[in-house]
């Protein structure tokens, strides 16, 4: 990791996890690359905005514990998780989970064997344009 921490880490494959639901064929988290995209994400952006995502991933932890769920963001099953998810989808702090949803998708999705089993090649389409 460039700029997240291990714990910050578990965080946002959680978040992933939880955001895109994941079911075959498509891949689980933990055998992508999301994790280390948002850690280079999070490494080439402004110092404000790196602060301010790596803030929501915390806030994204503690959401659940504060929103009467009981436990940690890690500490609930999927379903637990997208409930407490949808229900800050819900609230005043909408803008914020859409931003911190935004990139743990894009960081999924943006995984070369995820974008090959959705029909996406990147590799096919820079031989082509070299062609």
Known sequence: MIVLTGRE????????????????????????????AFDRYLATSPPLNRFGLRALVHVAELAPRLMGHGALLRRLGREERGRALRRAEGSRAKPLVDAVEFVARLSYFGDD???????????ANLRRARA
């Open 9 to 36: 880490a578990s965080i946002v494959a959680c978040l992933c996890d939880t955001v895109v639901a994941p079911a075959p064929p498509l891949p689980a988290v933990a055998d992508t690359d999301a994790v280390q």
């Open 113 to 123: 064997g995820v974008m090959r089993l959705l029909g996406y090649d990147a590799d």
